[in-house]
């Protein structure tokens, strides 16, 4: 990494300046993605508190002490914000004054984010097995697996969920039943298979990432809806952040600190950019056809989704980030390891590095 490092420093590493709008210090790891809902944002932490912050100037508005440390089980809507601990607790609250509303154990570790449809909660078990909540009261619908350790949120497609874990495979399955569908072995890895980053789906293709077996083999993948067949792979190591669809493309992140996009209708790369030191679990957002990311050691980017263009460069924060930051307009909320969160203000810079 201290190449890599020396590299962003020298080329790329532009001050906060007047783009920090507001910081506020919670003194506990936050791993988990950063959500908003309610006009609030949300913030979990490793000392097991749930935040709420008024994302426009940082005061708190509310806090809960939760049964256990956090590290990506977040989800949030308008009325619920769902939290799933290390202790194997999932936990509903009223997203406007933090009040609970439920609280029911898996039994086992979770470590991965849920995923909210408009009536129930998924979420995968370190242990392999995905459950499907009533969103309303907790009540079990269903439960399947074991499938091998899950780390990612499960992808709502329709009536499919599309899952994978750490035995090899991702799979569909039925959002109503929890029944397979269909299942897919992307080419075997010593490490993670696709269980930590979640699918993108655009009409009939599904884009996923899983970790290469070595150097040159593939890494992202693109596989058919109806069936799991593989279409097309690329090789890259991008099994960490979730891929982004933007515009006519999708972007993945990768541990050598790039963003590449893919066309989605030929799979072509579209552009190539590095623009930090390394990408983990803090996967890219996007809005309108911009797209932001947050590299490893704070490196911030704003870009044109259509050709990679960087449009604003920042660098915040003393320590590592894997959260996943939330966006609204050109108002980008990132937070670190050291329990810092930021309010950035994303205007686009006079002049940025150019080229690829």
């Known amino acids: 990494l201290t190449a890599a490092d020396n590299l962003w420093q020298r080329e790329f590493r532009f001050p906060v300046g007047k783009s920090l709008l507001w910081k506020l210090a919670l003194n506990a790891r936050v791993q988990a993605p950063l959500a908003l809902a309610h006009d609030r944002l949300f913030v979990a932490t490793g000392n097991g508190q749930l935040t709420a912050l008024d994302p426009a100037t940082g005061r708190l508005l509310w806090q809960q002490t939760l049964s256990g440390p956090v590290i990506k089980g977040l989800a949030a809507n308008r009325n619920v914000v769902v939290v799933a601990t290390t202790k194997g607790m999932i936990e509903a609250l009223r997203t406007r004054d933090g009040a609970p509303l439920w609280r029911t154990t898996a039994h086992e570790p979770l470590f991965a984010q849920p995923a909210l449809s408009a009536t129930r909660l998924y979420v ?145 790369v579209a552009w190539d950019r590095k623009v930090a030191t390394a990408f983990f679990d803090a996967s890219p957002v996007g809005i309108g056809g911009i797209l932001y990311s947050v590299g490893l050691r704070g490196e911030v980017a704003k870009l044109s989704s259509e050709d990679g263009r960087a449009l604003a460069l920042r660098h915040i924060g003393n320590d590592f980030m894997f959260a996943t930051p939330a966006v609204r307009g050109d108002t980008l909320w990132v937070a670190d390891l050291e329990g810092n969160v930021f309010s950035l203000k994303m205007a686009p810079d006079a002049h940025v590095p150019g080229g690829n």
């Not at 350790?149 to 499960?154: F, G």
């Not at 290469?212 to 090789?235: K, M, S, V």
Request: glycine share 10%; hydrophobic share 40%.
């Open 124 to 268: 995968g078990t370190s242990r392999g097995n995905l459950l499907a909540l009533r969103l309303r009261d907790g009540h079990l619908v269903w439960r399947v697996g074991p499938f091998g350790m899950i780390q990612m949120r499960p992808a709502l497609v329709d009536t499919l969920l599309l899952l994978g874990s750490w035995n090899g495979t991702l799979r569909a399955l039925s959002a109503r039943t929890g029944h397979t569908v269909w299942e897919t072995r992307p080419a075997r890895s010593p490490y993670c298979a696709p269980a930590t980053a979640t699918p993108a789906v655009r009409s009939e293709h599904v884009f996923f990432c899983a970790a290469p077996a070595g150097p040159g083999e593939p890494g992202f993948y693109t596989a058919a809806l109806e069936d799991g067949r593989i279409l097309w792979t690329w090789p890259c190591a991008c099994h960490y952040a979730s891929p982004l669809l933007s515009d006519s493309v999708v972007v993945t992140a990768t541990l050598q600190g790039h963003l590449v996009a893919f066309k989605t209708g030929s799979n072509q």
